[in-house]
């Protein structure tokens, strides 16, 4: 069902304007945020780990995401799934707003595309068992593509927040600086 609707979305706003692709995308972008994040925590081998982490305010963890599991806690007053929801939902944008940049030139298929890469077996695993490491990826690909556009600056910072969440994307980013 999620992989049906995520489709027709996408379908659907292949002749459309920018403009209501762009909602339409956010709408892709909420869906999968929710059903992500509005999972048990039976799924994902990894899921219970990371909320039982969220809830004791362990800081075993990488340093930005610490800082994440701190502000989501004091917001959503340590809910669970408001995390999972929040984590997913940042995941998400991220990808989407990856996903406006390759295709700022073309954006026909630009929902299609975002449905896609939502098809793939590893991204649907990254949401579901390997949170913070879909996290940090999703960050540091926004980072490398500002920095391809020539937005050096905040592409730089995309990527320190990335490596911030999980320390192995700075090996991602050492390749990439050298």
């Given amino acids: 069902m999620f992989n049906g609707l995520m489709f027709l979305i996408a379908v659907l706003s292949i002749p459309l304007n920018l403009n209501k692709k762009n909602c339409l995308l956010m709408i892709q972008v909420i869906f999968v945020a929710l059903f992500f994040g509005l999972r048990d925590l039976a799924v994902g081998a990894d899921t219970d780990v990371y909320v039982s982490v969220y809830l004791s305010n362990n800081t075993w963890i990488d ?68 949170i913070r490491q879909g996290l940090a990826l999703s960050f540091v690909v926004l980072g490398l593509l500002n920095i391809f556009i020539k937005n050096h600056k905040s592409g730089w910072i995309w990527m320190l927040m990335g490596c911030s969440i999980h320390y192995s994307m700075l090996i991602l980013c050492m390749g990439f600086i050298l």
């Fill in 63 to 130: 340093f930005g995401m610490i800082i994440l599991n701190k502000m989501i806690y004091f917001f959503a007053r340590g809910n669970w799934r408001a995390y999972l929801c929040t984590v997913s939902l940042l995941t998400s944008i991220n990808l989407a707003a990856s996903y406006r940049i390759i295709f700022h030139k073309n954006e026909t298929y630009m929902n299609l595309a975002y449905w896609a890469l939502y098809s793939m077996p590893y991204v649907i695993l990254m949401q579901i068992n390997i």
